[in-house]
């Protein structure tokens, strides 16, 4: 048998190419979002909203009905909190509830929840404990289930499906001590042997992988006689020979997390246990997030729902100058953009929810952009609950029931969301991934213009397919419905909004195609003017949303009137943030930000640093993940 691979050194040039290979290439179905960046509003393929069969919602509001009194009379947030770790007959009751198989198909006993009600679940049981919800979500989200779904064999569903929904916890384990949004240099082996594969390597934030029974792990197999080689993904059982679990991290919050380091030393894995061919490995893994993804938002969502119930009831209580703090212009204008904000994080993952339920459309980008801006706006959302809590929003709420008041964990709520502007994909690494999207068409006609490698016979036939492109394309951008003053009247007050959508979608693709235009093959180093592009995109993404949402509410009759003036409230200040992104794509200190890092970078401000100390120490800043055998003891917490 051959030695364990080592990391492997690549090029810049080489990780993207990578990347590149993993990324899901065809569109065979629409995409809203996709023709959004286009510049081509199609209203069609979101309204009427898409709603779920009576069945699907019969199914799903009794387990909801079950799931809510499991929360509150078996979820101990606080004690969770206090405890930093989730008690064992907690995970037990969700096993007895049927929890583990929500996403999981009834002819392998699960639940078969659709994605709508699995992310309402989510965001349910996310407010009675956000590490629960984790738990949760990481097993079906992006654990063993979903892969197997989409991947796996007949075999290995009858293998693994029924204990996965029933009894057995998973993790995803793709992420290295160096190794983030980087997996060119994914260094764990797994060197063919026989009938077996045998693993070798440390992984990292394995969460869910201190109490896990399966894991999903993501291993470089070495390329060799009838082995194609490259990343592949296996189902591993926990306590095979050689797995230890040697570390339970800890963090800012989240504190019942069950994350943790594991690392594998000569771990033999059955090759009837390698999900897809080899090499498939990461493709599988971002097939898997396209609608893995919907669970952060869906928690983000449930959480800026918990803020402005806390938000009303509080400022009204809490009286200054003779009245409630609510009825003060500068506490006021917090509350309405918690509430404008609370309605349109629950229209985005409500509708891209039921988008991926019907399957008729290409989610990748919508699904991008609800967990880019969820998590954004749901970690701004509880930062002004905070800031309107006062002095109370700062104090833990075991503090403030010791001294008699309401125990309100504000501030937990605002350290356990900072992680999800990480989790699955960090804010810059989401834009980034949503701008090749978004510029996919561009780069599929005229890509081999600026690609520098390209011969001169390429780059000929590039032009011809970009001339032709750009001569249907471009002319759609000068006028639309959103210049028409009737259009969309339907939506009633709303209707100037989706004419602004309209509009600005055309302008975005103006702006797109300019930059383009200007860097050409640069435009990839351009990852400020990149981000702008996408944030833009995610609030006509999300003012669409609201507006649909609103829509559907006031023609069931259910809260339409408050949902049109949530909807139209949202849009406003949606529309006021575009704005100033848009005069941020031309007119910044991207230039002036570059010359301050190279300064920064060459020690040409150390003395800025001068008259503080470093409670850091000393200590490497990435630990060593070299393979071998573990020194440590295994902290693996197995849940009868």
């Avoid at 048998?1 to 590149?20: L, N």
């Avoid at 399957?359 to 002004?384: G, P, Q, T």
């Avoid at 100037?496 to 300019?514: P, V």
Wanted: proline share 5%.
């Amino acid at each position: 048998m051959s030695a364990p691979a080592q990391r492997p050194k690549v090029t810049e040039r080489e990780a993207r190419q990578v990347a590149e290979a993993a990324r899901e290439r065809d569109w065979h179905r629409p995409s809203f979002a996709k023709e959004l960046f286009l510049g081509r509003f199609r209203l069609d393929l979101v309204h009427p909203h898409p709603l779920p069969a009576a069945e699907d919602v019969r199914r799903g509001e009794a387990f909801l009905a079950v799931l809510r009194d499991f929360c509150e009379t078996r979820i101990d947030g606080a004690r969770i909190e206090r405890e930093a770790r989730i008690p064992d007959e907690t995970i037990t009751g969700l096993k007895e509830i049927g929890a583990l198989g929500m996403k999981i198909d009834p002819a392998y006993g699960g639940l078969g929840l659709t994605q709508l009600y699995y992310n309402r679940a989510l965001a349910l049981v996310g407010s009675a404990s956000p590490a629960v919800g984790a738990l949760l979500s990481a097993h079906q989200s992006i654990g063993v289930p979903q892969p197997l779904k989409l991947f796996g064999t007949q075999e290995q569903k009858d293998a693994f499906l029924p204990r996965l929904a029933r009894t057995d916890l998973s993790a995803f384990l793709l992420t290295e001590p160096d190794v983030g949004s980087d997996p060119a240099r994914l260094a764990t082996s797994a060197v063919p042997d026989g009938d077996a594969y045998v693993l070798d390597g440390v992984k990292l934030w394995t969460t869910n992988g201190v109490v896990a029974d399966l894991l999903v792990v993501m291993a470089r197999v070495p390329a060799s006689e009838g082995h194609r080689g490259g990343i592949t993904a296996f189902v591993v059982e926990a306590d095979a020979p050689g797995i230890t679990v040697e570390h339970r991290n800890a963090f800012m919050g989240l504190r019942g997390l069950e994350n943790g380091v594991t690392r594998f030393h000569r771990v033999r894995v059955p090759a009837a246990h390698r999900i897809g061919p080899e090499g498939a490995g990461l493709k599988i893994a971002l097939t898997t997030l396209n609608t893995g993804r919907l669970s952060l938002p869906a928690a983000c969502a449930g959480a800026a729902k918990w803020c402005l119930k806390i938000a009303r009831e509080w400022s009204a209580e809490r009286e200054q100058w003779g009245r409630p703090v609510a009825r003060h212009e500068a506490v006021g204008t917090k509350i309405s953009f918690i509430a404008a904000t609370a309605f349109a994080l629950e229209a985005v993952v409500d509708l891209a929810s039921q988008m991926a339920d019907e399957d008729r459309n290409d989610i990748r980008i919508e699904a991008a952009l609800a967990k880019l801006y969820a998590s954004e706006k749901a970690w701004l959302i509880a930062d002004e609950l905070v800031q309107i809590r006062g002095g109370r929003g700062y104090e833990t709420a075991d503090s403030l029931a010791a001294r008699g008041e309401r125990a309100v964990p504000a501030e937990q709520l605002l350290r356990d969301l900072r992680i999800n502007r990480i989790f699955e994909g960090s804010t810059e690494i989401m834009h980034l991934l949503i701008a090749r999207e978004a510029v996919d068409a561009h780069l599929s006609v005229a890509g081999d213009l600026i690609d520098p490698e390209k011969s001169l016979g390429d780059k000929a036939r590039a032009g011809a397919r970009a001339g032709g492109f750009y001569a249907r394309w471009l002319p759609g951008l000068v006028t639309g419905a959103g210049q028409l003053p009737g259009a969309y009247g339907e939506f009633g007050a709303l209707a100037g909004h989706l004419r602004y959508i309209e509009r600005t979608s055309r302008k975005l693709a103006r702006s797109t195609f300019y930059g383009m235009s200007r860097w050409q093959g640069r435009m990839e180093l351009k990852q400020a003017f990149l981000g702008r592009i996408v944030d833009i995109g995610a609030e006509l993404f999300a003012m669409s949303a609201a507006c649909v949402r609103a829509e559907l509410l006031r023609t069931t009759g259910e809260h339409g009137a408050e949902a049109h003036r949530l909807a139209d409230a949202f849009c406003h200040q949606a529309r006021l943030r575009i704005e100033e992104l848009f005069g941020r794509l031309w007119s910044n200190t991207d230039d002036l930000d570059r010359r301050i890092v190279d300064g920064v970078l060459a020690g040409r401000y150390t003395w800025l640093e001068a008259g503080v100390v470093d409670p850091s120490g000393d200590g490497p800043w990435i630990a060593d993940a070299t393979p071998g055998p573990s020194t440590e003891q295994n902290v693996h917490r197995h849940i009868p």
